[in-house]
């Protein structure tokens, strides 16, 4: 009897707390966007432009999250998808006058074939995929550069057309940033319902024992390749709105050093989690902005960075803050 | 109460690595609702004859028969849809999941959302996430553990990592459970509640392997005993009869002629063998 009232007891308790890590998604999810959508258009000029970068960085930095972080698939040619993803909307939008939400899904699309051709193409499993992965950014990168007809090489893409929406012409800097932050919000949204379910459980499962995995009956073959396709496709969406902040459009946007800064980012923000990719996104972006005349160290203090923040916040920035609040409620009771 | 339908039958099943043949033509009858033990030294090909019914390995020659059907080179995602499911030698959890979500990627096959799904259909999603979750809290309060499902995996003991891991095959609902060396590890008393555990749930109609070196376990809890060395079945039966098998003796005694072997006791008083 006794038992049954304390099993009771211990059930609604957990109950309680199994709630509250939804909770605590969504309670970040609340506060980052609140930050996102009040500051730069509050502030404007400069910090509005900081504001675009960071959002499509920070849209990138979720791909690449769910793809490193949650299923442990690293890929270090990511920013070759933004590229993909940026010369597909920007030559459908200037070649074939597609309206841009099309070219935006257009992007995602190209991003996502891309990214499956890679998985498919690769079918190597540890190290070796993560290098196969580099080599893909790299070729992309080439081709991107020397494709002098379709992309006008390393001259790049300029006049950029406007972003229209169901007959808008968006061209302020302040339309813009309402599209991306739609964007970033919805993306985020949905990834966090994601990671909550059967498939984020999956992609969980995958990055952190892959035998383990195949024990429970996932499949984890399809299961990789869903997310590099997934992060792939996101990293598409981030890539078509550069070219829209940048009012030009350069294979140097896409190299891997910009591939490295992605995971920089995910890493001090904290892997696994997805307001971390966000939060590392805007440090990665507004920092340098502020240490312009320290430029030329730029990735010496990203490396410098990196060592600094695996050393000290082994969970990144994320993580330790929810050590920390965890270790405060601990201490309350 | 057992009823004697075979829910298992391996007919010659080989593997082969590189020169070495880790399982030569093994042959099992598995009876449905029964705990059917295989032992036998280290090398022996146990573990492998574990990764051949779970698919984590193909067969190179043989047969393997679940419940009728043919699951010789089936993929392990499609024999845990069958109700084939096991644990390992070392635990293999998800090490930054909580308790609770360990258990839950064991109904992974229960659920039917996929990647649109999770994302968009809000009221479906949230059904299906309730009873996940509900059922992830039944299988761990049937393994004692109800109160742990909040901890992190990180802060379990060894003994409490295995009986999530014994959760978690639990949560797939199989037909079959395979267990590999579950008591290694384990405390006296930690392994005679697996051991109560085992019996409950063979009651409960599960059909349950173990791949196990206490012997006292084996002899105690084993209706059938399949009883390997060097890769080749060498004795089968029931406790009785394996206890008394020559072959069985000398396997794990050393042979007369052996005399240097270190004499390992099949006594069932016998606490442990190596």
């Not at chain 1, 996102?36 to 504001?51: E, I, T």
């Not at chain 1, 024990?215 to 590099?228: E, L, T």
Request: aromatic share 6%.
């Amino acid at each position: 009897m006794s038992t049954i009232a304390k099993e009771a007891h211990t059930a609604s308790h957990q109950s309680t707390s199994g709630v509250s890590r939804h909770r605590r998604d969504w309670a970040a999810f609340a506060v980052i966007v609140g930050i996102l959508w009040c500051l730069p258009l509050s502030l404007g000029g400069f910090y509005l432009y900081l504001g675009l970068a960071v959002a499509i960085y920070a849209i990138s930095a979720l791909g690449l999250q769910i793809m490193v972080g949650l299923a442990g698939q690293l890929s270090l040619g990511h920013a070759a998808f933004m590229g993909i993803g940026a010369y597909t909307s920007v030559l459908l939008q200037k070649n074939a006058g597609v309206p841009f939400p099309a070219a935006l899904a257009a992007a995602a699309l190209a991003a996502a074939a891309a990214g499956l051709l890679m998985a498919q193409l690769i079918r190597l499993s540890g190290v070796y995929f993560k290098i196969a992965t580099f080599g893909f950014g790299v070729v992309v990168h080439q081709i991107l550069s020397n494709w002098t007809a379709l992309t006008g090489g390393s001259a790049g893409v300029r006049a950029i057309p406007a972003i229209g929406v169901l007959g808008f012409q968006i061209e302020t800097r302040t339309g813009l940033f309402v599209c991306e932050a739609l964007t970033l919000t919805l993306l985020y949204a949905l990834l966090i319902r994601l990671s909550h379910g059967k498939i984020g459980r999956a992609f969980r499962a995958l990055g952190q024992n892959e035998a383990a995995a195949r024990s429970v009956g996932i499949a984890v073959a399809r299961y990789r390749m869903m997310v590099i396709t997934l992060g792939c496709a996101i990293a598409g969406i981030a890539g078509a709105y550069l070219p829209h902040l940048m009012r030009f459009l350069s294979p140097e946007s896409f190299t891997w050093y910009e591939s490295l800064t992605c995971l920089i980012m995910i890493t001090l923000g904290g892997l696994g989690s997805l307001p971390g990719a966000i939060i590392g996104a805007a440090i990665l972006i507004v920092a340098p902005e502020y240490l312009r005349d320290f430029a030329q160290y730029k990735m010496f203090a990203f490396g410098i960075l990196l060592v600094a923040s695996m050393i000290l916040l082994p969970r990144g920035i994320a993580g330790a803050g929810m050590s920390l609040s965890r270790g405060k409620r601990m201490h309350a009771q | 109460m057992k009823s004697s339908q075979t829910i298992l039958t391996l007919r010659g099943v080989t593997r082969r690595f590189g020169g070495l043949v880790a399982v030569n033509k093994l042959s099992i009858e598995v009876k449905e609702a029964s705990i059917h033990g295989l032992i036998g030294p280290n090398g022996a090909g146990k573990s492998t004859a574990f990764d051949l019914i779970s698919g984590l390995t193909s067969a190179d020659a043989g047969e393997i028969i679940f419940r009728g059907e043919i699951v010789t080179h089936r993929a392990p995602e499609s024999r845990v849809a069958a109700g084939i499911c096991r644990t390992f030698q070392t635990p293999k959890l998800f090490d930054e999941m909580s308790v609770l979500d360990v258990v839950a990627t064991g109904r992974h096959l229960h659920n039917a959302l996929g990647l649109w799904g999770s994302m968009f259909s809000i009221a479906r999603k949230r059904a299906e996430e309730a009873r996940t979750i509900s059922a992830a809290r039944e299988f761990l309060t049937t393994v004692g553990l109800g109160a742990k499902a909040d901890a992190p995996v990180a802060d379990l003991s060894y003994g409490e990592r295995r009986l999530v891991e014994i959760a978690r095959a639990l949560a797939t609902e199989p037909k079959l459970l395979l267990l590999d060396e579950v008591t290694s590890g384990l405390n006296p008393v930690e392994t005679a509640s697996v051991g109560e555990l085992l019996r409950e749930l063979v009651r409960l109609g599960l059909t349950i392997m173990l791949v196990e070196h206490d012997m006292k376990f084996v002899m105690g809890l084993c209706d059938d005993i399949t009883v390997m060395n060097y890769g080749s079945v060498i004795a089968q039966g029931s406790p009785g009869e394996i206890v008394q098998n020559p072959d069985v003796v000398a396997a794990y005694l050393g042979s007369p002629r052996d005399g240097q072997r270190s004499r390992r006791s099949l006594r069932a008083d016998a606490p442990a063998c190596p």
